[in-house]
């Protein structure tokens, strides 16, 4: 029954994107030149700025940005035009500012016509709600042969339609057709409460006029850095020339659907000493990584996790986590000093000596019978050990001596002599 219907009402729907795509949802002819409308109004260099509501839009023609931020709650807009449309425009940027809210009754949200290179990205905490009343379609986001990348964006996006026609895919989050939809680093949750055919997210490709567009075929839906939660799964359907999300285990179409990012890796590196190392932690993003225990061999002191291999700077762990990282270990080294078989008098103290840092040269050493030849790396003597040189492990010092024989020269005995002292008799 449900093939059937979506059958049915393929051509309706189809006509009604021909007829978007060749007037737009203001009725107007597709534009000779790239143009960027908010709420109708054509913005440019020269005319940059529009506000709607306490919604304000900023257009920057140099760096290719149009920024949006604000609240906005609307009820009497024209419902057939877009709040943003695009037709023709390549690599823009759209920026909502965090704790951006807009709730309105147009159609249409953000319209793409030809648009390429589309990128929607978004500061936390962002909504978008769409109540439309007796309309036969209702898109937040929707286009024609174009390209859109939803990078780093965290949007909530719920459309609500109530009366009008009820067709399959009526109301959708995002509904394009011949274009590319990329969700990259993404949390984009959608949620459509019209009727039991309305669509989260459906991408179509159908044998229409592309009124001067070029078209992307097939239509696509990729997921980088990001999935589709567990619930959904994505499905082209190449022999119905249409692809949707749909529910695992039902075979329906899925009237919400989230997009997570993908926890974030935390590993950790024990920076050349032979130790077993800490697993890695999987962890969502804006959240902390719990600091791991370990346990250093003998010889070795751990002195904590930093950022980089030379260990400069320390790690946070009170810190959230926002992208992958790999965190290395500290270690201060044991530098014993051995005697080499030679019991010294005072033998130098063990010292505790940072990754590359120096160890520092103990007053030459005393030993009865021997001269102290100075500190080397082999037992042999033959190798001297560089005070100058950075401590990378557990090092032992050895002593070498030079035997120290005391001769013994014999003086002859002297004729024994008398002396008499006093008178004589």
């Given amino acids: 029954m449900i093939k059937v219907l979506r059958r049915t ?3 309706v729907t189809l006509l009604m994107l021909i007829f978007l795509a060749a007037f737009g949802f203001s009725g107007q002819a597709k534009a000779a030149e790239p143009t960027i409308k908010v709420a109708g109004t054509l913005l440019s260099a020269e005319n940059p700025e529009k506000k709607v509501g306490d919604l304000h839009f900023t257009y920057d023609a140099t760096y290719k940005r149009l920024t949006i931020g604000g609240q906005l709650a609307e009820t009497n807009a024209n419902a057939t035009e877009g709040l943003v449309e695009l037709d023709g425009v390549k690599d823009l940027t759209i920026y909502l500012e965090k704790d951006t809210s807009i709730v309105t009754n147009r159609s249409v949200g953000f319209l793409f016509m030809g648009a390429t290179d589309i990128t929607i990205s978004s500061g936390q905490n962002v909504s978008l709600s769409m109540n439309v009343k007796e309309q036969q379609w209702a898109y937040m986001f929707g286009g024609y042969c174009s390209k859109v990348i939803f990078k780093n964006a965290d949007l909530a996006v719920s459309v609500t339609r109530t009366g009008g026609v009820i067709t399959p895919t009526s109301g959708s989050g995002v509904d394009m057709v011949y274009s ?11 949620e459509c409460k019209g009727s039991d055919y309305d669509q989260a997210l459906y991408m179509q490709d159908s044998d229409i006029t592309n009124f001067g567009y070029e078209k992307i075929m097939p239509s696509t839906v990729t997921f980088d850095q990001c999935k589709l939660s567990d619930e959904y799964y994505w499905k082209y359907i190449s022999s119905q020339q249409q ?10 179409m899925a009237t919400s659907a989230k997009v997570e990012k993908l926890p974030r890796k935390v590993s950790f590196d024990v920076n050349g000493v032979t130790v077993t190392a800490p697993s890695t932690q999987e962890v969502k993003e804006g959240e902390k990584a719990a600091q791991p225990d370990i346990t250093p061999p003998d010889g ?27 965190l290395y270990a500290l270690w201060s080294f044991e530098v014993l000093f051995d005697g080499n078989g030679v019991t010294m008098v005072k033998a130098p103290s063990a010292q505790k000596i940072k990754r590359n840092a120096v160890a520092t040269r103990p007053e030459d050493p005393v030993a009865k019978g021997y001269l102290f030849a100075g500190w080397y790396q082999d037992p042999e003597g033959v190798y ?7 401590i990378t492990k557990r090092t032992v010092v050895i002593a070498k001596w030079t035997a120290h024989e005391h001769v013994m020269t014999k003086v002859p ?13």
């Fill in 384 to 390: 001297p050990f560089d005070f100058g040189e950075k």
């Fill in 180 to 190: 590319s939809v990329s969700f990259v680093n993404a949390n984009v949750s959608i």
């Fill in 243 to 252: 692809g949707y999300i749909m529910n695992t285990g039902y075979g329906t």
């Fill in 300 to 326: 070795y002191q751990f002195d904590g996790w930093f950022l980089e291999p030379e260990c400069v700077n320390k790690y946070d762990f009170s810190k959230p986590v926002m992208d992958d990282l790999t």
């Fill in 9 to 11: 009402y393929k051509l």
């Fill in 413 to 425: 005995a002297k004729e024994a002599t008398t002396t008499e002292t006093g008178n004589a008799e």
